[in-house]
């Protein structure tokens, strides 16, 4: 009950009587302050809430309690534990997201400290092993691409306008990313034999965009002149050790898959016949067709000499070559002319038959080796990073090869051969370049078992 003098005046501010009532309310002890006394246990770095505060004479009682039941225990570690209430502002809803979702986000972050850990890992080892190089592991191959000529005036060669429209538009992609990696091998003045590095900023807004359109310009003021010249001559040497058997020079222009294909043929290959590879001309330029460039060396350190970048270029190459095989008597087993055989005057000296060989191989360049093209590798291309693929194709003058000259060159060692087309020699490399039906029936092959699949009289190969 309120005192007499107080009710007037708040039956005219209830207000003023709410906060007062409250307040009141507020000094009483709780009632239920006596049955909840309990001992506080340790404190513990787990437990983060606050005790109440418990009021003054419910704390004397308390204590004078637990003296007379517990006097060794100081009355400071007693405290009471009164209802909480309930918080006036609600709580936020929680996101609750479904398990698919949180699996695949954590294998998203699991995926990407892996790769940081490799990371860290490389980074070790380039201290402790500064002779060696981390950053030439192997990787995979760039997304390079084989472009297709659009002619809207032969509509046969696609089965509708929307195929026509999507090849169209993904060989625009094509350039773009063409210019995107030659815009980046330019600002780090990584074409050799092209100094870039004084490049004045008119000369990047009008002239660059010019050169980094012409991937595939075989013009000698070209920025991938020097590509060109140095993958024909890695091309050269490459065949020239294959022939010889010379694994360490196969070792130095083969990488990769490669470079395991060709040391496996080596092995399978007869040592008791001699070969002579010759190279005669280039029927057309070399040209690229496809270039893909990327930062590889990721220490934080500069490279002592060259650049971060890696490049892998998809190079055509349309030579006129010849392979000899001779046994270890020095006679002739391959295609020849009777007037070219003379007996022992020619010993190892025979020509062969000139044949069209049309290849398409990637070379990686790393720009942290050397600032010339000495160093280019060669490796085959991979048929699992493009919808068609063209890796080695055969072009002849003649298609008079039976099955069983091609079987005897097989039981010589010189490897599978590859699969020809029937189609004249006029056609086969436009058929094989536009059809892509026959190109997935194509095989992967060298270019010496390229070559084994010349013409060879099953006579000679009795001898």
């Known amino acids: 009950m309120l005192p007499s003098y107080l009710s007037t005046t708040c039956r005219r501010s209830p207000s003023l009587f709410r906060t007062f009532a409250t307040a009141t309310k507020e000094k009483q002890p709780h009632p239920q302050a006596k049955t909840q006394v309990k001992v506080r246990p340790t404190a513990s770095a787990s437990r983060t809430t606050t005790e109440p505060k418990v009021p003054s004479a419910v704390k004397g ?8 039941k517990h006097p060794s225990q100081p009355a400071s570690q007693v405290h009471s534990h009164p209802e909480p209430t309930k918080p006036h502002a609600k709580a936020a809803p929680s996101v609750v997201t479904s398990g698919k979702e949180a699996e695949k986000e954590k294998s998203e972050e699991e995926v990407l400290r892996e790769q940081m850990a490799q990371i860290d890992q490389m980074l070790a080892m380039e201290k402790l092993f500064p002779t060696t190089d981390p950053w030439a592991q192997r990787v995979d191959t760039l997304d390079v691409e084989l472009p297709y000529v659009v002619n809207p005036f032969k509509p046969s060669e696609y089965p509708s306008w929307r195929s026509f429209f999507e090849q169209f538009s993904q060989n625009r992609q094509h350039s773009l990313k063409n210019a995107t990696s030659m815009w980046s091998l330019a600002g780090a003045n990584a074409f050799p034999g092209v100094d870039l590095s004084g490049a004045k900023f008119r000369h990047k807004l009008f002239k660059w965009p010019w050169h980094v359109f012409q991937c595939r310009s075989t ?5 991938v002149a020097p590509f060109r010249a140095g993958a024909l001559e890695s091309y050269i040497e490459l065949n020239n050790a294959l022939a010889a058997n010379d694994v360490k020079r196969i070792k130095t222009y083969a990488i990769d898959s490669y470079q395991d294909t060709q040391l496996k043929l080596l092995k399978k290959r007869s040592q008791e016949y001699l070969y002579k590879w010759r190279f005669h001309g280039e029927l057309s330029p070399t040209r690229i067709l496809s270039i893909r460039a990327m930062e590889g ?11 971060r970048f890696m490049a892998h270029i998809l190079v055509k190459f349309d030579t006129e070559q010849s392979l000899e095989i001779y046994d270890r008597k020095g006679h002739p087993l391959h295609a020849h002319k009777p007037e070219d055989d003379h007996g022992k005057k020619t010993w190892l000296n025979v020509p062969a038959e000139k044949r069209r060989v049309i290849e398409y191989l990637v070379l990686e360049k790393r720009m942290w080796y050397d600032a010339t093209l000495k160093f280019l590798r060669m490796k085959l291309f991979s048929a699992a990073f493009l919808t068609f693929v063209v890796v080695s194709v055969v072009a002849m003058p ?4 039976t099955d069983d000259d091609i079987e005897e060159l097989v039981k010589l060692g010189l490897g599978a051969p590859c699969i020809r087309s029937k189609a004249s020699s006029t056609s086969t490399a436009a058929t094989l370049t536009r059809t892509p039906a026959k190109r997935r029936n194509t095989e992967n092959v060298s270019p010496l078992t390229a070559l084994a699949s010349l013409e060879v009289p099953a006579a000679t190969l009795q001898q």
């Open 297 to 307: 060396y990721l220490s934080p350190e500069e490279p002592r000499f060259g650049n």
């Open 219 to 223: 013009k000698p003021n070209a920025w």
């Open 61 to 68: 009682r308390v204590s004078s309690e637990h003296a007379a």
């Open 398 to 401: 003649s298609q008079t090869s």
